[in-house]
């Protein structure tokens, strides 16, 4: 009776916390257990063995934590994902300079980290007494992993989280919490046959489905990158001087994108 009692509670906990998260703006929320990201640890490995991260070097720190949250996080028992939508009303003139669309508004960091804040303090007011911690691309957290795990979406052939309905254009943040909920199902690939990302990178830096050699990729070259452009990629650089988001524009499901304000 009392096991029953308790699920009731995490369920309960878990729609107030869902709910909570969408009257501050996010657009999903989802829950994830915390534990190890098991054999997807090798995959992270082999791509960083591979120097497909180039000069994030920031990348190759902190393996294990990155690997399992509750090192970084002691206590973390259960892990928020949310998702901002970032898709703007308005677009720079195509004959204009051209920047990544996530890069039109403010900055993501303070914007997604207030939200956060304000759920968390939504949680410890509205849901139940809890420890946490918030964060948004500021820490070795493997965000579109949890992202997918808590049932977000599921990552695309661009490596992108690519959400039902709604596409990819989101920032990502997440919760850690040191109590038990309800946990959300991680959804299977939809992106089937279709390859129209890898169609549409100008460098060829998605050098197969679900990998991205970021030593070709515009996006990395004119925002991570602290050195030269290698020849070849800025020859096809066009009028895009930060950022590029033509794997994301390509596919199908951010047809689906809905404006921002």
């Known amino acids: 009776m009392s096991l029953s009692c308790c699920e009731e509670e995490k369920s309960l906990y878990s729609t107030k916390i869902k709910a909570g998260a969408l009257s501050l703006g996010f657009s999903v929320c989802g829950i994830a257990p915390a534990d190890t990201i098991g054999r997807y640890a090798d995959y992270f490995k082999d791509g960083l063995a591979a120097g497909n991260h180039a000069g994030m070097t920031y990348l190759e720190r902190h393996f294990d934590k990155r690997c399992d949250p509750r090192l970084l996080v002691e206590g973390t028992r259960s892990i928020i994902s949310v998702a901002l939508n970032y898709y ?104 089937g046959n279709c390859t129209r990302c890898l169609d549409a990178c100008p460098t060829e830096a998605l050098e197969q489905p679900y990998k991205l050699n970021a030593r070709k990729c515009l996006s990395y070259l004119t925002i991570e990158n602290r050195g030269d452009i290698p020849v070849a990629q800025a020859q096809r650089l066009g009028n895009k001087i930060y950022g590029c988001d033509e794997c994301q524009k390509a596919c199908p499901l951010n047809s689906f994108a809905i404006p921002c304000n």
Not at 111 to 135: D, M, Q, W
Not at 158 to 173: D, K, M, R, V, Y
């Open 88 to 191: 703007p009303q308005h677009r720079i003139e195509k004959d204009q300079y051209q920047f990544a669309l996530y890069a039109y508004g403010k900055d993501y960091h303070q914007v997604t980290h207030r939200k956060l804040n304000s759920l968390f303090a939504y949680i410890n007011k509205e849901v139940h007494p809890v420890n946490g911690r918030v964060f948004c691309d500021t820490a070795p957290v493997l965000e579109r992993y949890w992202a997918w795990r808590a049932g977000l979406g599921w990552i695309g052939k661009n490596t992108q989280l690519i959400i039902p309905q709604a596409g990819s254009f989101f920032f990502l943040g997440e919760l850690f919490l040191d109590i038990e909920l309800e946990y959300d199902t991680p959804l299977e690939s939809h992106c």
